[in-house]
Each structure stands twice: as C-alpha cells, then as structure tokens.
C-alpha cells in the first residue's frame, strides 16, 4: 500500500536530511503494514514545494494509545 502524507517544508526537510528520523501521527490507514511506501507532499504554507518531495519505507510502527 502506497501512503501520502502532508508535512510543512521544515519538518519535509529535516526527514529527508535525516535529523528527524520519527514522524508522529495521530491516525495512519488501516490496512498500512511494514515495508510499505510513505511519500512526503511538502504543503505549499511556509515556503512550501506544493508537491511529493521525498518517499521513504516505513520500517516500524509504535502504538502509545
């Protein structure tokens, strides 16, 4: 399953240069298991690119509820 998810272009950035290796979200699809395709949209606020700018894997998921 491929997943796109909206970031500001300063939380976009510092995934992709790797200096925030975690991304917290409060809701993710149901049926989203390891391995699969997570594609970063950089909304266009704040100096945004308005388009997909990075995918990466996703490679754990930790449930804190």
Same mark, same amino acid.
């Given at each position: 399953?491929?997943? =796109? $998810?909206? %970031? &500001?272009?300063?939380?976009?950035?510092?995934?992709?240069? +790797? =200096?925030?290796?975690?991304?917290?979200? /409060?809701?993710?699809?149901?049926?989203? !298991?390891?391995?699969? /395709? $997570? &594609? %970063? &949209?950089? !909304?266009?606020?704040?100096?945004?690119?308005?388009? =997909?700018? +990075?995918?990466?894997? %996703?490679?754990? $998921? $930790?449930?804190?509820?």
């Amino acid at each position: 399953m491929n997943v =796109i $998810i909206s %970031l &500001y272009n300063h939380w976009s950035q510092q995934i992709l240069s +790797g =200096i925030k290796p975690l991304e917290f979200r /409060t809701k993710l699809p149901k049926d989203i !298991t390891i391995g699969d /395709t $997570i &594609y %970063l &949209y950089e !909304t266009r606020k704040h100096d945004g690119a308005g388009a =997909i700018v +990075g995918e990466c894997k %996703l490679n754990g $998921i $930790i449930n804190v509820l």
